[in-house]
């Protein structure tokens, strides 16, 4: 799999932006979808995940402003960022892991884009 990460820019605070995520390579409808966001100096967190099945989680910080969403026909995953605040400045990766049960049996990220909210 092959993940292409677009959409990142310069935002003011409470401001939106959507992120796309574009994979190719497998199939995509077997994978479960994540974002990730590594800030200067942390390391690199969950923001959101989408099951197989459409089934999401997000971290506390991002939750009621972040939607996750997947197409799998276009086999592209979303993250519609919402009133963004400055600490969600960070470059943002997405992820494509196959499970089997609880076991990750494939694991593959993108190369990230930079996503900055300052005024």
């Known amino acids: 799999v092959q993940l292409q990460a677009s959409g990142g820019g310069l935002v003011q605070p409470g401001g939106s932006l959507r992120l796309s995520c574009a994979a190719s390579?497998?199939?995509?409808?077997?994978?479960?979808l994540g974002w990730y966001r590594q800030a200067p100096g942390k390391q690199r967190d969950l923001v959101a995940r989408?099951?197989?099945?459409?089934?999401?989680n997000y971290a506390d910080s991002v939750k009621g402003r972040f939607i996750i969403s997947r197409d799998n026909a276009e086999n592209t995953v979303y993250l519609q960022m919402n009133s963004l605040k400055p600490e969600d400045t960070a470059v943002y990766y997405c992820?494509?892991?196959?499970?089997?049960?609880?076991?990750?049996?494939?694991?593959?990220w993108g190369q990230g884009t930079l996503v900055t909210v300052s005024s």
């Open positions: 989408i099951s197989s099945g459409g089934s999401t």
């Open positions: 390579g497998s199939i995509f409808v077997l994978y479960e």
């Open positions: 992820n494509a892991r196959r499970m089997h049960y609880s076991t990750i049996i494939a694991d593959y």
